[in-house]
């Protein structure tokens, strides 16, 4: 029997199925769309504003995004002193602002993360200043519920920074490393079930990765490689952690891959300057992060993206100056 009436001629039925190829194109086209998460744009600091009221005028870090073609570029809101950043899987942006409170040898560094949604609403994690508590570090989950910080605490650290764990409406909060060493970069797996971070300890005084539940437990020890490393950051689906390195000996960077168990490390790409802070786009397959610009010199930077897989690396924008730990989001 034919698939098509009987009064269909031949060129009816050739565009029929055309129609039905390029109706299932789409429909390919559109279930790649959604396993990607839809639309997505890289956030990231750069630029400072000022507000003034009579004569006292403060100065505020701008957080800024862009699509990953470098269009559209659009300001989400101001922090004052931004000093980290991490995103949840709906486009919220979780900013680590540092301040510094009277001055000379009565100065004192004070914490705060700010939660900015899509819709540019900021809201404010710890309600009270924590005295003592000087954060350098953030990592939030995917569906936004729990931070980590990484923190120099003066009630419980001695000096040396461990991690800490918090709700976003600043319940919980309470410290999850405890021993020697420097626990630093900390970032959560969108489930928010392991802790990625950078630990200092033992001869070799470089940071590693190590790898441990927010339930607590011990920590697992995933790279050993001589290099710097730091800023890892865990793959939508939680398998592999990508991380930048650094080389003391060449003093050049680079971004690397390893899986969530240790296995399978591999470098992605060099990046010329020190500390590279890769982030996964939503779908997992490619990486954000920011750059020097080749034969620019020091401090001239912009944003760039490149495969997860590897692969060279394509330029977002050099439109703006200084830009500072990009995100990947969908789009806010």
């Keep these: 029997m034919s698939d098509f009436p009987i009064h269909l001629n031949p060129v009816h039925r050739f565009a029929v199925v055309v129609l039905l190829a390029l109706a299932s194109l789409f429909a390919l086209g559109a279930a790649a769309a959604d396993a990607a998460g839809g639309p997505t744009r890289i956030v990231f600091v750069s630029g400072k504003a000022h507000r003034c009221k009579g004569d006292a005028c403060n100065g505020f870090d701008v957080i800024r995004s862009v699509t990953p073609h470098g269009r559209g570029a659009k300001q989400l809101g101001l922090i004052s002193s931004a000093y980290d950043t991490a995103s949840t899987e709906s486009g919220t942006v979780a900013v680590l602002s540092r301040n510094v409170a009277g001055g000379g040898a009565n100065s004192n560094t004070f914490t705060n993360v700010y939660l900015i949604t899509p819709d540019g609403k900021r809201k404010a994690v710890f309600r009270k200043r924590i005295e003592g508590f000087n954060a350098t570090g953030i990592g939030i989950s995917g569906n936004g519920r729990l931070i980590v910080l990484a923190a120099r605490y003066d009630q ?3 000096g040396r920074s461990k991690l800490f764990l918090v709700r976003a409406d600043g319940s919980g909060f309470r410290q999850l490393t405890t021993g020697p060493g420097r626990d630093e ?6 489930d928010g079930k392991r802790i990625v971070f950078a630990r200092t300890a033992g001869e070799s005084r470089k940071p590693e ?10 920590a697992v020890r995933l790279t050993e490689n001589g290099l710097t490393d730091v800023n890892p950051v865990f793959s939508p689906n ?19 891959v390893v899986g969530a168990d240790g296995s399978g490390l591999r470098t992605l790409i060099s990046t010329f300057g020190e500390y590279p802070e890769p982030d996964f786009s939503p779908n997992g397959r490619n990486l954000a992060y920011v750059a020097e610009i080749p034969k620019k010199g020091l401090y001239k930077s912009a944003l ?14 050099r439109a703006f100056e200084h830009p500072l730990g990009a995100q990947w989001t969908l789009r806010p």
């Design 156 to 158: 419980t650290t001695e």
């Design 185 to 190: 970069t900390p970032a959560l797996s969108a």
């Design 304 to 317: 760039y993206t490149v495969r997860a897989s590897g692969g060279h690396r394509s330029l977002v924008t």
């Design 209 to 218: 990765l190590y790898v441990m539940l927010t339930a607590g437990g011990e």
């Design 238 to 256: 939680g398998r592999t952690i990508a991380f930048g390195q650094y080389n003391e000996r060449t003093h050049r960077g680079s971004i690397a």
